[in-house]
């Protein structure tokens, strides 16, 4: 009996070693799906790689249109040099997403009525605490603009300018044919008063004919300073309705925080119905705009927070050496290869509700937090046993329970909510994924 027993638990190790890969059996339960980027029409995404007082921001262009109309206009606290302006690689920025994105995870109930294993049991999560150039109406001096440097980087013709007054400087963009919208004068004059440059950039057409590429890739900038802030006003001009902005922080200390704005953790470790499965997209969105609402829609929500040499459950691998170099990581050493610490954060902003750029501060916090929502499907086996009854009775209130989450986090209607849940009917539970079987038949192997 005794060399069965390990013979099967041999077997079925072999099996779930080939069913799961090696890293998910270290998982708290198993990745599904993930909340990212894309779930959103308009979403700008910045990455921002910081230590001490040197700032590494790479910025990815969401820009729909014919190229030529293109403009950006960043004020900068210093003047650029050409040496500290590159083109990123957009994978970057998708790995930086995909890897700090909220998640799914699904458990798989053992049988009540054999002891369970440890990887069944759902486990605590970590400590959550344009057209050419026009003629010049008026000369740069008379408009108090002055070209501080000029250079072309990849497909991007960028100057770097510094003004004397907002109307000047809103005069010296359209006459220089960048499209900029009506208005934009009244949101450039904090920027003037306290004596920031303006890194503009338009596109280079033949550079970008040659390039190949169908898509303007991220513009990323180094410099030296010790304010620590995205400026976010001038991304309200063209906003007709509210806009998401993802910000991935990459620090060697620990979280990041908007010093001038609440920071709030998004509603997470959620038990919630199964079906949400084949509708995540949908809840996520729900939930973030009712927590975005019930908040005030004015804080910064804290999506991701983790050490990036590892992840529970992962979404994505974490970012290789050279991957992290590219998001602009400057301080690791072959020594400390994985000294990052990357923090997540969402803001939806509208121009009345975050008349403020957002100002960031680090911190030496390292608690590890994600945005986690679980699935936990019943155990649909025989269960001849009292503890089998038991728990099958006790899955009409589970479900209750679900449902009432759900209401709760997305505003949804209870009583659609309710129309989708399982019957109490094991007859009607689907079959389990063969991984659950495995688990279950380890369960019994292990109890005789």
């Known amino acids: 009996m005794r060399s069965f027993r390990v013979w099967a638990i041999a077997l079925i190790a072999f099996l779930l070693t080939f069913t799961v890969s090696s890293k998910a059996l270290a998982f708290c339960g198993f990745y599904v799906a993930k909340a990212d980027a894309k779930l959103y029409n308009q979403a700008s995404q910045v990455a921002i790689a910081r230590s001490g007082n040197r700032t590494v921001l790479t910025m990815a262009n969401d820009y729909q249109g014919d190229v030529k109309n293109f403009a950006m206009v960043v004020p900068v606290p210093v003047i650029l040099q050409r040496e500290q302006v590159q083109i990123a690689d957009s994978r970057i920025i998708e790995r930086l997403d995909s890897f700090s994105a909220p998640r799914l995870v699904e458990y798989f109930d053992p049988d009540p009525c054999a002891p369970p294993i440890f990887w069944n049991r759902p486990m605590a999560a970590p400590a959550m605490e344009s057209a050419a150039p026009g003629r010049a109406g008026r000369s740069n001096q008379a408009l108090g603009v002055t070209i501080e440097e000029r250079f072309t980087v990849g497909e991007y013709d960028i100057l770097i300018l510094s003004a004397r007054e907002s109307d000047g400087l809103e ?58 802030m995205l400026p976010l006003r001038l991304g309200m001009v063209n906003a007709e309705s509210s806009q998401d902005l993802l910000v991935y922080i990459l620090s060697p200390e620990g979280q990041a925080e908007v010093s001038n704005y609440r920071t709030v953790k998004v509603p997470s470790d959620a038990e919630i119905p199964v079906y949400v499965k084949d509708e995540f997209s949908d809840f996520y969105k729900a939930m973030f705009q009712t927590s975005y609402t019930r908040e005030g829609r004015n804080v910064a929500f804290l999506e991701y927070a983790w050490d990036m040499g590892s992840c529970d459950p992962c979404s994505a691998e974490p970012l290789s050496p050279e991957e992290l170099r590219q998001a602009g990581v400057f301080w690791t050493r072959p020594e400390m290869p994985n000294n990052v610490f990357i923090t997540r954060l969402h803001v939806r902003y509208t121009r009345d509700k975050f008349p403020e750029d957002l100002i960031f501060q680090q911190t030496n916090n390292r608690s590890l937090f994600q945005g986690r929502y679980i699935l936990r499907h019943p155990y649909t086996g025989e269960m001849a046993c009292e503890a089998g009854r038991q728990y099958r009775r006790s899955l009409r209130q589970r479900f209750e329970q679900e449902a009432q989450t759900l209401a709760r986090l997305t505003g949804w209607n209870i009583r659609d909510i309710r129309d989708k849940l399982p019957q109490i009917r094991a007859e009607q539970f689907p079959a389990l994924p063969l991984v659950a079987r495995l688990q279950q038949l380890m369960g019994r192997v292990m109890e005789r």
């Open 171 to 228: 005069t010296w963009l359209v006459q220089n044919g960048y499209r900029i919208p009506q208005g934009a004068r009244d949101l450039l004059r904090p920027y003037i008063r306290q004596r920031m440059k303006f890194f503009v950039a338009k596109v280079n057409l033949e550079e970008y004919e040659n390039s190949g590429y169908q898509a303007l890739r991220p513009l990323q900038m180094t410099y030296e300073s010790p304010r620590f």
